[in-house]
């Protein structure tokens, strides 16, 4: 799923592009894609887009109108955003098309699990009703933040990723934070002093900046075109087994549902293996509870 690095720069690319410019027609592709009926797509149509804003992983068009109308992206975990030129056609997984002067705005879905989704809404206090009002990780003070991760006692990999705590940060991005801060994904909030959470805070900025700047640079002055939650230069996610980059011990895994966390167990654990609920349960006695027993 993409999260505030390539939202952020989704954000920035589409703004350059349409702020300031007339919706032409929207296309729908998909009986899916739009998820409210009122007030109808068609009310779009003819208003000019007068900004692009960031709403935790959702990209949010408002346009011209009393009150403003807002057309909110939501591009769960297969969605992309691309520009095209007003002479190029749609590819054939495109969800919705979005017609300007100048080109269109399409939304794309890659597999068929048809998550991704477009909302129209009228008025700031609907679109806020859609924010789970998560604090913004770049903008918050750290005292903010320590009250705001503290206020219940989850383990930090949670904690991150919930958007009622924090906006934006999903699986990949928190994984990178943590191995940065050196705390293991499953301390408990409620358990770190106060080195440990300001260490928390700083990686958490310098993880998020980094690479909004990487994928910032990346894209240059078009669109992203590779958005991945597997990149290269990352330290931990997606390398499970591969040697950490600061230490040269395996990467770790949990596996849970359809997703894992990574982790270097010399790195944020002490060096112990967190157990992996499937496969500690299959080796038993064997599994390894130490880095080093691994060699």
Known sequence: MPELPDVAVYVERTAAKVVGQTLRAVELR???VLRTAVPPVDAL???????????GKRVVLRFDAQPSLYLVFH???AGRLQWLAPERKAPGHALAVLRFDDGALVMTEAGTRKRASLHVVEGEAALQAMDPRGLEPLQCSF?????????GNHTLKRALTDPRTLSGIGNSYSDEILHRARLSPL???????RDGLKRLYDAMRDVLEDW?????????????????????GMAVHGRYGQPCP??????????????????CARCQTGGRVLADRALSRLLKASFPRDIDDLG
Do not use: W
Not at 248 to 254: E, F, H, L, T
């Open 187 to 193: 301390a408990l909030t409620q358990s770190l002093d």
């Open 45 to 55: 149509v003819g208003r000019t887009v007068a900004d692009v804003r960031r709403m």
């Open 246 to 263: 600061v230490c040269g011990a395996p990467v770790q895994r949990i596996v849970y549902a359809d997703n894992e966390t990574n982790y």
């Open 30 to 32: 998909s009986v899916f």
């Open 212 to 232: 909004t700047r990487r994928l910032r640079d990346e894209a240059g002055d078009g669109f992203p075109q590779k958005v991945t939650a597997f990149r290269e």
């Open 75 to 77: 591009l769960m975990i």
């Open 143 to 151: 005292e903010d933040f320590v009250h705001r991760i503290t206020a």
